[in-house]
């Protein structure tokens, strides 16, 4: 169990990772095509059509999924453990593309330095 920082909320309650779906594929490497599949179908349009980065997120947990960055990646999570899913590059949608599209990320560093949230 640990504390998942999501700056738009605060810290959270301690939670438990074993009880998310996606504990056991946490990493590009575990999920096999399928679900990655699967995955895309669901949030690839979302990051396709957010106009702006809170739109994006918005969009995001209302699938369930979370946003975060670490270590300089984009990373989609589970929205209520904070596990690890796969990077925006899996997607399709890489984080330099989506600053292209829209703007710059706020984003506020972690203790650690290594990852953050966004600011907004």
């Known amino acids: 169990m640990y504390t998942y920082m999501n700056a738009t909320n ?3 309650q301690d939670r438990d990772t074993a ?3 996606w504990s056991a594929t946490s990493g590009v490497d575990a999920l096999n095509s399928e679900a990655a599949a699967a995955l895309r179908s669901v949030v ?3 990051f ?3 106009g702006d980065w809170r739109e994006l997120q918005k969009k995001l ?3 369930g999924f ?3 960055f670490r270590k300089g990646h984009m990373v989609l999570t589970d929205i209520a ?3 690890a899913i796969c990077t925006g590059k899996f997607l399709g949608t890489p984080l330099k593309e989506m600053s292209a599209r829209l703007g710059r990320p706020q984003i ?3 203790p650690g330095g290594l990852s953050g949230d966004f600011l907004h």
Do not use: D, H, N, Q
Request: net charge positive; charged share 10%; hydrophobic share 40%.
């Open 10 to 12: 605060g810290p959270s």
């Open 19 to 21: 009880s998310s779906p």
């Open 44 to 46: 690839a349009p979302i």
């Open 48 to 50: 396709r059509t957010a």
């Open 61 to 63: 947990a209302a699938k």
């Open 66 to 68: 979370g946003l975060t």
């Open 81 to 83: 453990t904070g596990v």
């Open 108 to 110: 506020v560093a972690l």
